[in-house]
């Protein structure tokens, strides 16, 4: 069934959300408290349970107090107390201690969990409202708009559906319809090279010297990641660019590239591996009319620091305060522009340029030049007030700061 636009048309939501992860998972939530009437399209027939971020930094727990989950998502995760850069094998190291944080926050650490957990609570809790609806199997292949509603087409078993609302919200991911639709495109630039996730329950921390559970570790020639969730390490290996991809996924070649951190004569269990290309791409705008965008589809980064999902949930608590302000007290569709005016430059600045610095740390090979990285990381680590003002920064705290004193 299609629906013409227009003011005789009945609205199906206030609000439409597109994308079933936890950046759309959340502000459906957020919308739904806040008494909106809110329906959340995914392409997908259930959550996504593949290998996606798995760092929560402190203000994003915080955040998520007002939905009261945060005590249930740390229950699934694992708390990490620092973070380091490491030099392997040597083990000599650069230790990060929250610790130093906690005057600042109550969630002085990093939480190691993967995303579908939180995914999963905020489905459940999205169940236990009225006013919210998800709809499973509802690819969007074009979204319109007006002066006075938007309008959603969905692919159905029976043809094309149509849905109407008064605003959309794009959080479907950096290939999603929604900005497509909105003629927003993503600029920016694709790094070279592909990274590699492999996930193993092999105990690195029973081999390697006190390592962290969150750990950057240059190898001679190379450099690894080691993220530890409940149950399994994450291992994310980057791959030499004179070797074919195809032929560094082989189950022989990810063997190979494990035996090189620790050498395991049983060999190791490798449950998932996932490759996947980094950009450095954000939006010129946040919307387009009553099109917004949120997370992914509006910027996407290197996952070095872990700050992508924090930011597209930082996001859905920015818009999900101006689309209350707009739908339950009267202000005005220009409201949406104090959302851009603050999470846009955040997101450049403080998401993607960081995230950049840090990859471009990591993918450093010269060894002259990572002693002075080293040195210099070792001499603020031995600095408590440095390394706070550090963390503050690396842990999202500054952004989010700078984004609340925008108006």
Request: charged share 25%.
């Amino acid at each position: 069934m299609t629906v013409a636009m227009g003011a005789g048309s009945a609205k199906h939501a206030e609000v439409i959300v597109v994308g079933g992860g936890p950046v759309g998972l959340c502000l459906t939530n957020l919308l739904g408290e806040a008494g909106i009437d809110t329906m959340l399209l995914e392409a997908g027939t259930v959550t996504a349970t593949d290998l996606r971020a798995s760092t929560f930094h402190p203000p994003t727990l915080e955040m998520l107090e007002r939905l009261g989950l945060t005590d249930a998502l740390i229950a699934k995760g694992m708390i990490c107390p620092t973070w380091q850069l490491r030099w392997h094998p040597s083990g000599e190291r650069a230790v990060f201690d929250m610790s130093v944080l906690a005057d600042e926050t109550r969630y002085p650490y990093r939480l190691q969990c993967e995303q579908w957990k939180l995914s999963n609570l905020l489905t459940g809790q999205a169940g236990k409202r009225g006013n919210v609806s998800i709809r499973y199997s509802s690819p969007v292949v074009a979204v319109r708009q007006d002066d006075q509603s938007a309008e959603v087409d969905i692919e159905t078993e029976s043809g094309i559906e149509t849905l109407r609302a008064s605003y959309v919200v794009g959080c479907d991911g950096v290939r999603g319809s929604v900005r497509k639709s909105a003629g927003l495109k993503l600029e920016g630039s694709t790094y070279p090279g592909t990274t590699i996730i492999a996930t193993t329950p092999f105990p690195f921390h029973e081999h390697l010297e006190d390592i962290s559970v969150v750990s950057y570790c240059w190898s001679p020639g190379s450099h690894f990641s080691l993220l530890r969730v409940p149950a399994v390490w994450r291992v994310g290996l980057f791959p030499r660019e004179n070797v074919p991809l195809e032929d560094q996924l082989t189950p022989e070649a990810i063997e190979a590239s494990l035996q090189e951190i620790v050498p395991n004569p049983k060999g190791y269990e490798v449950i998932e591996k996932r490759s996947y290309v980094v950009h450095m791409r954000i939006v010129p705008h946040y919307r387009n009319g009553r099109i917004v965008l949120a997370g992914d589809a509006a910027h996407i980064n290197s996952p070095s620091g872990g700050m992508g999902l924090n930011g597209g949930l930082h996001d859905a608590f920015s818009l999900a305060e101006q689309l209350t302000a707009i739908l339950k007290d009267g202000a005005p569709i220009e409201r949406l522009d104090l959302y851009e005016r603050r999470r846009r430059p955040v997101a450049y600045d403080e998401i993607l340029m960081q995230s950049d610095r840090n990859r471009s740390r990591m993918r450093e090979t010269d060894p002259v030049k990572r002693r002075e990285i080293m040195d210099d990381m070792k001499a603020i680590t031995g600095d408590r007030a440095r390394m706070k003002a550090y963390l503050l920064k690396s842990s999202m705290f500054e952004g989010v700061r700078r984004a609340a004193a925008i108006d």
